[in-house]
């Protein structure tokens, strides 16, 4: 596609029900990753993949955190029992950069999933 | 862990003025420094990047100098207009990793 798309854009959830954020990156992208951004703080990171695999998971905050991308394209952000500190815009960056070649690799963001847990 | 510090945290400016936003970071072995836009309730715009070897980036109004050894970012934005008016994030990359300050909250008045 023309860019990072994730869905649902806005999602409100009730303290204990689970959640799933959904990651389009831009075709042929390589590297794929999940950040989560506080109300007026900036975006932290959670997770990365490389096609597949998921090379650093060392953001997730809890176990309740889970992350996959099991085709190397789309990819899902899984929230068990969600939690008010849950509450955050989470991102998904895409980039064609890999390997050794991060010093030109630049990260195309989408529009974020809102997460409001009541 | 890379700690980067955006200051001032808000600015505002009539119009026409120049915007001087300022960027630090704790580690400088990094590969590249970003400077994105977000509007409210939007995702992150890419604006420039510089790569570490590089010391400033250009495109049109916007300016962008890296200074790796003293850790520090400054980007300018000449003759602001209202549309400029945004959140401005600079975010340090280290590996495959970026580490992103709070940013700076830009309102230009006309």
């Known amino acids: 596609g023309a860019g990072v798309s994730q869905s649902p854009r806005y999602k409100v959830a009730k303290r204990g029900q689970d959640v799933a954020l959904r990651c389009d990156p831009i075709?042929?992208?390589?590297?794929l990753f999940w950040y989560q951004q506080a109300l007026g703080q900036g975006p932290e990171f959670l997770t990365y993949?490389?096609?597949?695999?998921?090379?650093?998971k060392s953001g997730l905050p809890s176990d309740r955190f889970f992350a996959e991308r099991p085709e190397g394209s789309v990819s899902t952000l899984k929230i068990q029992r969600t939690q008010q500190e849950d509450s955050a815009v989470y991102l998904c960056?895409?980039?064609?950069?890999?390997?050794?070649?991060?010093?030109?690799?630049?990260?195309?963001f989408g529009e974020g999933s809102r997460l409001t847990v009541l | 862990k890379q700690e980067v510090t955006q200051i001032p945290a808000a600015l505002s400016v009539p119009e026409g003025e120049n915007l001087v936003l300022n960027c630090s970071f704790t580690d400088s072995a990094i590969y590249n420094l970003q400077w994105f836009r977000q509007d409210p309730g939007k995702g992150l715009t890419s604006l420039l990047l510089i790569q570490s070897s590089q010391r400033e980036q250009t495109s049109g109004r916007l300016n962008a100098s890296l200074d790796k050894s003293s850790g520090r970012s400054t980007l300018y934005i000449a003759a602001s207009q209202p549309g400029d008016s945004a959140t401005y994030l600079c975010a340090a990359r280290n590996d495959y990793k970026l580490s992103f300050g709070a940013g700076t909250t830009v309102t230009v008045r006309a």
């Open positions: 075709s042929g992208h390589v590297s």
């Open positions: 960056a895409s980039s064609q950069t890999s390997g050794g070649a991060w010093n030109t690799g630049e990260l195309f």
């Open positions: 993949f490389q096609n597949e695999a998921q090379l650093d």
